[in-house]
């Protein structure tokens, strides 16, 4: 993938708001409960060993990634915590987690099966997460007799899996509404009943689950959303401490024109000028992960909102202007500029999306910048 290093959009990263989100976090934590930072999807868009670094420094013990590559990526980088891997594998890949000491999330026996002959011959033990499916409805065991037939099987394997964990997913602990949270909660308790010994790690909090149900059993907190500074309920709830956002998304006006009235702008004609008009185009697009749907949004250019007109190009978009502007004068697309502010959340709403896909979304191409507010 190639970094777009060499043009003026740019993703704006303050660690210090990373370092601060952590922090908080961490200060909220009972007596033996741990942070594991969530950095999965490039740290939800804000660039993985950055973001595992200072939040490590801010007190995260340990990581959950999605893919194992993710997780090799953090080994390669040094990092000796342990590291989780959130989704289901296979287990043919068995023998590379373990050499790089990655904890599998199992929520399968055939995997137990599967995986236990590869790691036996190679000598090998692996870390194993239980998953329990308590309602999402994703991965894990169901019920009480799947989970029973998984702990005899590592009962079984003994020399060949490590059983490390037990965890699931809340499905809407980020929500006014809760019971569901409680049914799934109490759904975990009762599967936690048959577990004769409970392993090192019990976990089922997410972001939400520690802010706003930080009673709930478990001595981890699996911390995405927040450590990135976004309410992971949108506006829903209201978060117990201040949250910094961590991403500010900036660029500048590369063009400036003025059209007469009744031109059109961008592919499929979709904007006519109802006047003589202003136009900027800004060097960002869908192949940056600035979505197709935005047109009609607006950015912020020298602190005034401006619409975007025409249709979103895979690397540019038009922009209506009050008047003329300098090129080269800044742009947000995210955070504040002047007196005004556009949120993640903002973009978002416009798109009927959620934050966390539109700050994951931002593709490799954009440029991380990494900076430290206080
Ligand atoms: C299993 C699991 N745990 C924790 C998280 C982190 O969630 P959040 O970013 O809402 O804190 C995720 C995120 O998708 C997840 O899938």
Redo the contacts with the bound molecule.
Sequence with gaps: MVVGRHRETKAVIDLGAIYHNVAVEVSRLRKGQELFA?V?ANA?GHGLLPVARVAKDAGASGF?V?LIDEGLALREAGFTEPILI??VNNPLEAVIMAQNDLSV?VGDVSFLDSAAPLLRQSQLKLKVHL?LDTG?G?IGFRCSNDLRQALGRLDRYVEEFEFAGL?T?FAS??SKETYYFEQQLNNLNEMLKIVPTLPRYV?C??????MWHSGSVGNV????????GLN?SGTELTEPKKLRPALELVSQLIAVKQVQKGATIGYGETYLASSDEWIGTIPIGYADGWSRSLQGFSVLVDGQYCEIVGRVCMDQIMVRLPHQFKVGTKVTLIGTNGKNTITAQQVADYVHTIH?EVISALTERVQRVYVWNE
């Design positions: 969530v999965k939800y959950c999605a959130l989704g999330s998953a999402m994703r965890f997913h602990a980020d976990h909090a997410n972001t939400a689950t520690a907190v699996r911390y995405g959303i927040g450590m990135y992971p966390y």
